[in-house]
T-cell receptor
């Protein structure tokens, strides 16, 4: 069974630009969540999507948004990039669960975004 | 919001030694999870704990959910080089809207 696939693996963008990251979950997994990992702030939850709907959201500004498609693939978008947005962005997928966080979540390798 | 603290921040041990690390919170968590992250990879779930007092093992790893619901520990027995990595504790906050990770414990195993 293929794991969670994130593309691209690496990305360099300029301040003020926008970026879209992609995540393909494990087949059959309908919940997709996104995280930002930085040396200073550690791992922080961005949002979670289930059945094309954002079900939960962390404490990030509106510049960070996402969506989920009918095939459960998800994208996250960051607009008006700032230097502080440089981070490893991780996506995780899991089977449907009535509670927010199905603990059997599987992470992708992440997309490393550098903003210059 | 709810926060998790981990200690130690980093540790260097000899191969074959046992390791203990812990995670604490000022508020109650109802689920405690332990993840390991290797360089260049996403976190991998090691152990999940759902009940206060629960003690769960996964091979050489053992984790416990503290009785107060405010702490958890992870033990690794007979460490090997592939145990190197960053170990995170994590859990959903009590509002069910956010997922919190600790800052991590970086483990180095010396041959």
């Amino acid at each position: 069974k293929a794991g969670v696939t994130q593309t691209p693996r690496y990305l360099i963008k300029t301040r003020g630009q926008q970026v879209t990251l992609s995540c393909s979950p494990i087949s059959g997994h309908r919940s997709v969540s996104w995280y930002q990992q930085t040396p200073g702030q550690g791992l922080q939850f961005l949002f979670e999507y289930f059945s094309e709907t954002q079900r939960n959201k962390g404490n990030f500004p509106g510049r960070f948004s996402g969506r989920q498609f009918s095939n459960s693939r998800s994208e996250m978008n960051v607009s008006t990039l700032e230097l502080g947005d440089s981070a490893l962005y991780l996506c995780a997928s899991s089977l449907p669960h009535k509670n927010f966080m199905n603990t059997e979540a599987f992470f992708g390798q992440g997309t490393r975004l550098t903003v210059v | 919001g709810q926060q998790l603290n981990q200690s130690p921040q980093s540790m260097f041990i000899q191969e074959g030694e046992d390791v203990s690390m812990n995670c604490t919170s000022s508020s109650i968590f109802n689920t405690w999870l332990w993840y390991k992250q290797d360089p260049g990879e996403g976190p991998v779930l090691l152990i999940a704990l759902y009940k206060a007092g629960e003690l769960t093992s996964n091979g050489r790893l053992t984790a416990q959910f503290g009785i107060t619901r405010k702490d958890s520990f992870l033990n690794i027995s007979a460490s090997i080089p592939s145990d190197v990595g960053i170990y995170f504790c994590a859990g959903p906050d009590n509002y069910g809207q956010n997922f919190v990770f600790g800052p991590g414990t970086r483990l180095s195993v010396l041959p």
